[in-house]
């Protein structure tokens, strides 16, 4: 008898169970997405040295616009002198069109030992993904833009007269997910000036080893067309890296 009550009592309970707590219940999509990360740095090129880096990136993602922020931080010292410093900041903003986007874009790098200690960059545009799908993601940019920058004193120029440029930035971003746990994403930019040109490769490995923790493997590499004395047209930073995702 009491074994009957029991499976009564449950038979009544489930229902309720099943109202408040659906089978098929998810949790609400968020518009806001971050991700922080620090760890070693391995620079060649303009500089060699071996220190720290930091970056992150913040996304708010609705149906019509798209809002993209990130924020790098290098710095290494030998001994008590610094030998790399260098801060840059990316902001762009999409708005989305039936098919693609249109979109606003500002880059800003201050470099205390680079080739050019200070470059801005800001372009405007049109983009569209070629492939979006659950595994591969592949979207291309193209538009007009204006560059500044201020390239470092050497010997020949001790005081260096800043640039101005007008330019088109074509860019590729690519992502593709390996394995459940594990995904490639390859930025490539081009800027096509009068003056100077520019291309970068930003490619980097993730593997995420616990919940919202991950593993990451970058290399970003930049050549610059034209450089001041003494410096090197290429300038390559390697990074190794934990990450955590904010969902």
């Not at 499976?7 to 997405?33: G, K, R, T």
């Amino acid at each position: 008898m009491k074994k009957a009550l029991s499976i009564c009592c449950l038979l009544a309970l489930s229902p309720s169970a099943w109202a408040l707590v659906p089978p098929d219940y998810q949790e609400p999509e968020n518009d806001f997405n971050a991700e922080i990360e620090a760890g070693l740095q391995l620079n060649s090129g303009n500089n060699e040295t071996k220190n720290f880096n930091g970056r992150t990136y913040l996304t708010y993602d609705t149906l019509k616009t798209k809002q993209e922020g990130t924020f790098k931080a290098y710095y290494a010292a030998d001994g008590t002198e610094a030998t790399a410093e260098k801060y840059e900041v990316y902001l762009q903003s999409n708005y989305k069109l039936e098919r693609g986007y249109v979109f606003g874009r500002g880059e800003f790098t201050w470099d205390e030992y680079g080739s050019y200690t200070e470059i801005y960059t800001i372009s405007s545009g049109y983009g569209f993904d070629l492939i979006n799908n659950n595994k591969t993601k592949l979207s291309l940019e193209l538009g007009p833009g204006y560059r500044y920058d201020l390239p470092t004193d050497s010997v020949a120029e001790p005081n260096p007269v800043s640039n101005e440029d007008i330019i088109v930035r074509s860019a590729a971003k690519y992502s593709i997910k390996l394995q459940e746990y594990t995904s490639l994403n390859a930025d490539v930019t081009a800027e096509t000036g009068r003056d100077n040109n520019t291309l970068t490769l930003d490619m980097n490995y993730r593997n995420t080893f616990i919940q919202d923790w991950a593993f990451k493997i970058g290399v970003n590499i930049k050549y610059t067309s034209d450089v001041p004395e003494d410096s090197q047209k290429t300038d390559t930073v390697t990074t190794f890296n934990l990450l955590y995702t904010f969902q």
